[in-house]
């Protein structure tokens, strides 16, 4: 790609961004959200045109007007979110738009074999004839793969392929990243994390502001500088040390017992004022549903809580809400956010009671002013209170969301990964503010799949391996291994 | 200005243009008859039923949700009110509040009926409230035996159905007589821009159309917000139903069972609501009620052949949801 340009309404996206790709070879696209990777992968994969600039492919300059004109010049993009049909099988999701036919009716037997066939290349077996709802996120990633492999694509972008991947999983997707390089692909991996960069790239390129701003060789750029580039300054890495739990400190949140049938099995933990607890387990070991449980989005069969001493019937999140738990949801776009509305009606959604004036209409004067007040205190990048919520970035978006949770006066925050895909700027603010509300004497609970984000800010960590709660370590005792150990069942 | 001003601006003042080329148009070549303030005032009164059943279907399409029933509760709310009316020996406005009340108490009713699978087992409502057209539209010919149930004192509702408002003043001032039907459309858009734009339950409507599990988690309570809504147009059924009886001086079991179910949810696209849910205005849907009205009336004027006019407007809608389109993708550019 040479010399690549694009401007948005208002924003200039891309200025004079070249990058090369060879064969075989893993180059990692590294920068804060924001900072063009997206846009510039959009453009090679042909989902957005470049206003200057031009793309060559194998020494031809190729125009990729639309996903299919650069997928017929072997360009394959697995985004972020999948963009798989859940209620088609897999064989049926890898030949989607290149069905095999025979006399103008399809060919199930061709198209299970070209599937099969990439799926062997690849060393790897999945489930091929039952709906991909129903597969996990892994093996939905390894289809959206053989997909693109299935097209003949000898360039590959990858966006953050391992933020929603358990430990097993990024082996396994490392592994068919090697058998893609010995197959003379090229691959270009966009990531957040830093610890995996040096296992999987050969190079790394930083980009900020819409610039190339350096590229070298992966063993030759050590993490500090790759983040001193990324941001443009130093940033302190650690996490904040979160100050000791008072002697003495009520427990805030007591869960006793909770039991939601083959999800969550007899779980009870309390959380004191001032105490961070940090969920960890596998994906799919019961985090999310225990948070879910305590907010109660979801109904439980057995089993209660109380907050402050306090016994709690909870039915709906509404109730949750009342009873003092903010829900910090993992899913922003599906779960968080009200995308088309803006900054402001989102802010105020959980707390509108508080903006209605004796006439029972909205204050939106008010409405207007305590959203720009949370704009400014969680130094949230916007235009204004009446920017529609879609067009931020994720970070940003985050950050609605905790605006929206703060306006209460919640003693309970459940944080489902709360920094999952946003950057590492954006990333410290979080922190520097889940310790505040910790100092204030709410009580926390934290789930994250980054596992030195758990061990880094809690208190206390629970390990939670299939809806149970397998293991409970002190700051001191929570060692990676220890943890890791316990919630795969390696301790036992 | 902030962009949901500007989008809002741009939409009217674009409606704006559109209906003021075409009126220009029109009026040329209807020799003027067109603009003539009383022919103004017919177009307002023709549109006022299917404007305020557009407006209670507003509120359920913003939930992303489709309401197919009131059509037949038109019908139903006709004849109970004509039933209710005859068996009550009381006059003035307190016969008309009973009577009003009775249908808004039916239209109420069917509408949390047509609520209730679909809250409850998540069903979808193009099926459940399908099944409440039948079944409405069946009693309402079972209870008035399939003839019009004539009202016993049709005097007292004739101020309702076809006077005038404030008729003397008009006179004197040498302006077209209002038709009360147009008073009553103007006070229910009134009442219902502000109970969806200004409120919490309008704030919900559209935090349910954009997203309902994100409303649900910030505490909203999603299943009584979209009862509500099938409530609201139930209840504007009625109403509707309670003009149509006044007007006719007779409840009548095929009133409502023409192209009013599909001409209100035209306004209701026509005028800018999306049909995805989320977005959407009670304005919108006047206008858009308002343009289709022109539309009639200007073929008429024009000697238009009636069936050549269905085609005109089944094309004049689809022009107008592409033009909406077009507008918003120009205003994500600019």
Redesign the interface.
């Given at each position: 790609m040479r010399d690549i340009g694009k401007s948005f309404p208002g924003v200039r996206a891309l200025s004079d961004v070249s990058l090369t790709l060879h064969a075989g070879e893993v180059l990692a696209l590294v920068g804060e959200n924001g900072a063009g990777k997206s846009t510039l992968m959009k453009i090679l994969a042909g989902a957005q045109t470049a206003d200057e600039g031009e793309i060559v492919v194998d020494g031809h300059t190729v125009r990729n007007e639309s996903p299919h004109a650069a997928e017929a010049v072997g360009i394959g993009m697995i985004y972020q979110e999948f963009n798989l049909v859940p209620h088609l099988t897999a064989v049926e999701n890898i030949v989607l738009g290149n069905e095999p036919t025979r006399g103008g009716l399809l060919d199930p037997a061709a198209a299970r074999a070209r599937a099969a066939g990439v799926l062997d290349d690849l060393g790897i077996e999945i489930p091929l004839d039952v709906p991909t709802a129903r597969l996990s996120v892994g093996q939905q990633q390894i289809v959206e793969i053989a997909k693109v492999l299935s097209k003949h694509a000898r360039i590959i972008v990858m966006d953050e392929p391992s933020a929603a991947l358990t430990d097993r999983e990024v082996d396994r997707l490392f592994a068919i990243i090697a058998k893609l390089k010995a197959a003379a692909v090229g691959v270009i991996y966009i990531s957040h994390r830093m610890e995996e960069l040096p296992r999987i790239a050969d190079r790394i390129t930083v980009m900020r502001d819409g610039r190339a701003i350096e590229t070298r060789a992966a063993s030759d750029f050590p993490p500090g500088d790759i983040v001193r580039a990324m941001v443009g300054r130093t940033v302190d890495a650690h996490y904040p040390v979160a100050p000791p739990v008072a002697a003495g400190a009520p427990v805030v949140l007591d869960v006793r017992g909770i039991t939601r049938t083959g999800v969550i099995d007899d779980v009870s933990f309390n959380v004191r004022a001032g105490e961070i607890v940090g969920l960890a387990g596998l994906v799919g070991a019961g985090r999310t549903e225990i948070l879910r449980a305590i907010a109660a989005a979801d109904i439980v069969q057995s089993g209660s809580i109380a907050i402050d001493g306090m016994p709690q019937r909870l039915r709906t999140p509404g109730e949750g809400i009342a009873a003092g738990i903010a829900f910090i949801t993992e899913d922003r776009k599906g779960q968080g956010l009200v995308l088309g509305m803006t900054v402001r009606e989102n802010i105020s959604l959980a707390h509108l009671a508080q903006f209605i004036n004796r006439e029972l209409l909205i204050d939106r004067t008010r409405e207007s002013a305590v959203a720009e007040q949370k704009i400014e205190e969680l130094r949230i990048r916007v235009t204004g209170p009446e920017q529609p919520v879609r067009t931020l970035s994720g970070g940003n978006q985050q950050k609605v969301v905790l605006a929206k949770w703060l306006l209460g006066t919640a003693r309970v925050f459940l944080f489902d990964e709360p920094t999952r895909g946003i950057d590492i700027g954006a990333k410290a603010e979080i922190y520097a503010l889940i310790l505040t509300l910790a100092q204030q004497g709410a009580a926390i609970v934290m789930v994250s799949s980054e596992l030195p984000e758990v061990l880094g800010l809690s208190h206390r960590v629970l390990a939670i391996r299939e809806g149970r709660i397998a293991a409970e370590f002190s700051r001191e005792q929570a060692t990676p291994a220890a943890v890791i150990a316990a919630a795969t069942g390696a301790a036992r | 200005m902030?962009?949901?001003?500007r989008n809002y601006w741009v939409r009217i003042v674009a409606a704006l243009a559109v209906l003021t080329v075409l009126v220009i148009v029109v009026n040329v070549a209807a020799h003027g008859t067109f603009l003539q303030p009383s022919n103004i005032v017919r177009v307002l009164r023709q549109i006022t039923y299917n404007c305020i059943l557009g407006i209670g279907q507003t509120f359920v399409i913003i939930t992303a949700g489709i309401d197919l029933s009131i059509g037949s509760l038109v019908s139903l709310t006709g004849v109970v009110m004509a039933i209710v009316a005859n068996s009550l020996h009381i006059g003035g406005i307190p016969l008309l509040a009973v009577t009003l009340l009775a249908g808004l108490a039916v239209g109420a009713a069917a509408g949390y009926v047509n609520a209730v699978p679909v809250v409850k087992l998540n069903l979808p409502p193009f099926i459940t409230t399908f099944a409440m057209l039948e079944v409405t539209l069946g009693l309402s010919y079972i209870i008035s035996h399939g003839r019009p149930v004539a009202l016993t004192n049709a005097d007292a509702f004739a101020g309702v159905g076809y006077g005038s408002f404030l008729g003397p003043l008009t006179k004197a001032l040498h302006l077209p007589s209002i038709p009360t039907p147009v008073i009553w459309m103007i006070v229910v858009i009134a009442i219902f821009t502000?109970i969806l734009t200004?409120?919490?339950f309008g704030?919900?409507v559209?935090?349910i159309g954009?997203?309902e599990?994100?409303?649900?988690?910030?505490?909203?309570?999603t299943a009584r917000i979209k009862t509500l809504v099938y409530v609201i147009s139930g209840m504007c059924a009625a109403i509707v139903g309670f003009l149509y009886m006044a007007l006719f001086g007779s409840g009548s079991p095929q009133t409502g069972t023409g192209d009013e179910l599909l001409e209100a949810i035209a306004a209701v696209v026509v005028g800018g609501t999306s049909l995805m849910g989320?977005?959407g205005s009670i304005i919108g849907t006047f206008f858009g009620a308002l343009l289709i009205g022109l539309l009639y009336n200007a073929m008429n004027l024009l000697n238009i052949d009636s069936y050549l006019q269905k085609v005109v407007l089944g094309a004049v809608i689809l022009l107008a949801v592409i033009l909406d389109e077009l507008r918003k993708r120009y205003l994500s550019?600019?």
């Open positions: - | 902030t962009l949901a001003l502000v200004r409120t919490r704030r919900y559209f935090a954009g997203n599990e994100a409303a649900r988690l910030a505490g909203v309570n989320g977005q550019k600019a």
